[in-house]
């Protein structure tokens, strides 16, 4: 019950899985796009893959760059089984993450699709003041016999 808490305290956190240069910088880091893993904290084992551009160059190293909005997403089921911690609301930011200091963030949002019983992930980008179309999709159909809590 404890952990249980505790997972439901912590915003998940990424996991940079792995990289690709895509344009030569002589001075700083590359350009490049990145692979990063998400466990979503409330359905212990599913994991969202996200890959998404990273600005290089001294601008982009020392975080003044600011990235595209272009990302890809994908979840999947990681584990056995699928447990729920907790009851789940019908739509949710499950991470959201500064992406440039001007207010630009990425955000994935978990939504429910209680019809189908199968958790739908949106990755986008918003800013301040204005945001991006761009955005990924992807589902984990969840077996009927796990039906989904919803609140």
Same mark, same amino acid.
């Given at each position: 019950m404890l952990a249980a808490a505790s997972v439901l305290s912590l915003p998940a956190q990424a996991e940079e899985i792995g990289e690709v240069s895509t344009v030569f910088r002589f001075l700083?880091?590359?350009? +490049?796009?990145?692979? =990063?893993?998400?466990?979503?904290?409330?359905?212990? /084992?599913?994991?969202?893959?996200?890959?998404r551009a990273r600005t290089g160059g001294i601008s982009g190293t020392v975080g003044l760059a600011e990235d595209t909005a272009d990302a890809s997403?994908?979840? &999947?089921?990681? /584990?056995?089984?699928? +447990?729920?911690? /907790?009851?789940?609301?019908?739509? =949710?930011? *499950?991470?959201? =993450?500064r992406q440039s200091i001007l207010f630009k963030r990425l955000?994935?949002? +978990?939504?429910?699709?209680?019809? +189908?019983? #199968?958790?739908v992930y949106l990755t986008y980008s918003d800013r301040l003041i204005e945001g991006?179309?761009?955005? /990924?999709? #992807?589902?984990?159909? *969840?077996? &009927?016999?796990?039906?989904?809590?919803?609140?």
């Open positions: 700083g880091k590359n350009d +490049r796009i990145v692979i =990063e893993a998400y466990d979503d904290p409330k359905v212990l /084992g599913v994991s969202c893959f996200v890959s997403i994908a979840c &999947r089921q990681v /584990g056995d089984s699928l +447990r729920f911690v /907790g009851k789940l609301p019908k739509q =949710e930011d *499950v991470f959201s =993450e955000h994935i949002v +978990r939504v429910v699709d209680p019809v +189908r019983n #199968t958790l991006s179309p761009k955005n /990924g999709v #992807t589902a984990v159909p *969840v077996p &009927r016999t796990n039906p989904i809590p919803l609140k």
